[in-house]
């Protein structure tokens, strides 16, 4: 990619920036998601910080000011009314002062915190709000830690697809039959309106989707008692290396700012987690797989939150076997990293979770494969996100066959993640030490 191009694109990927840019959050896209979203806004904060630090750390602050009493931060934000997505804060019914969804979304802000904080450039104007960000988070991973692995085994479970942020993924295909779909309330989508229904989630899938939020509802969001009353728990390998990554890197930054404790408790937390999730590998598939905690059984699904695995310093060994496993995914499709293996027949390469690429997710892998000397790989991966960009502009995700853009457009995750690739992306060291 030539120095103009490199130029070109970081200047389009700061312009729908701006675009998404709502004072003090920011919006994944314009029509198809109108409010605050979790993971996304921690992913697009790091973006942010290459533009202006401040407000990179704001987008985070606005999430942060909605975590609950309980420690769990909402994966949805409903700042102001907008008919054009549903479900809407009149369905969630959490009584929030500010209404929020009632569940969780993969915790990735201790990693973009550390993130960020390590390349400021006037790390003392920004402490003590760094400081009060990290013992928010912390609160966040003790929630994971103990009201999602109430038995203490390390590993955080979901009880909603919707929080691993892979909501249709073929992994949640066999748990998901146990739950119902007869006796929710009547509802009309508007994520078709925005989006070719082709590329969107079922409306079978909805139809459960639905059946635990209500079921959630009537328990009166009550963490306490929700992992143990849905019908779906699943560890899921992708979400427990990002809270294990963010965990880590929270433990180091938490250490600079003197947080000794935070530092300690978010270490043990990590340490313990990178002996657990050794318990999700599969030798046949060279990589981990989801354990679906109802049946204790691992889960026979291949898809790319097994690999996204390598984002946590997970041993050497392990991480060597997933290059090879990129390097077979990438044999079958031109362009890094399908969402699920296309040999498999239930991929589909435009249908959401169940085969495209996401850029969000090729920055983690490609992440944690240079961290532990898989450089190249990782440069792969970069330059198949790049190439993208420039075949599909800035969408929400791709055909990683074809490289057609799909979902939404004009994504703002997707323009952080490309300010990150051509600002090089990955941090040259990470331990827990």
Known sequence: MTPEE????????SEILRENDRGTYTVPTKGLYPFQ??????????????????????????????????????????HQQDDGYFPGPEVWQTGRPVPTSGITQPPVAGFAARRIFDRS???????????????????????????????????????????????????????FERVPTEGIAPYQRRDVNHADPAHRPTKEQYDRYLWLLEHFRRHGWNNAILHDLSPFRVVDPGFNAI?????????????????????????QRAEKGLSAIERLWSDSHGQYLCLDRVTSKPIDSASVGGVLAVFAAVPENRAQAIGNRIRALGSRCRYLLPSHDPADPRFDAKRY???PAWLIVNYMIADGLAAVGGAEMAESIRASSLALIKKGGFAEYYDPITGEACGGGRFTWTAAMVLELLNGGEAPERTLA
């Open 6 to 13: 490199r130029t070109r694109l970081a200047g389009l990927a």
């Open 37 to 78: 979203w979790n993971w996304d806004s921690c992913l697009t904060a790091i973006g942010f910080a290459a533009l202006d630090e401040d407000r990179a750390w704001l987008e985070m602050e606005t999430l942060f000011e909605h975590q609950w009493p309980d420690g769990m931060v909402p994966h949805i934000v409903f």
């Open 243 to 267: 809270l294990i990554r963010s965990c880590a890197d929270l433990a180091e930054l938490a250490q600079a700012l003197g947080e000794l404790e935070i530092a300690r408790s978010n270490r």
């Open 353 to 355: 979770w169940r085969g």
């Open 121 to 175: 450039p006037d790390k003392t104007r920004f402490t003590e709000r760094v400081r009060g960000l990290v013992r928010k988070i912390d609160r966040w991973h003790d929630f994971l830690y103990s009201a999602r692995d109430p038995q203490g085994e390390g590993l955080a479970a979901i009880i909603h697809p919707w929080e691993a942020g892979r909501d249709n993924s073929i992994d949640w295909d066999d748990p």
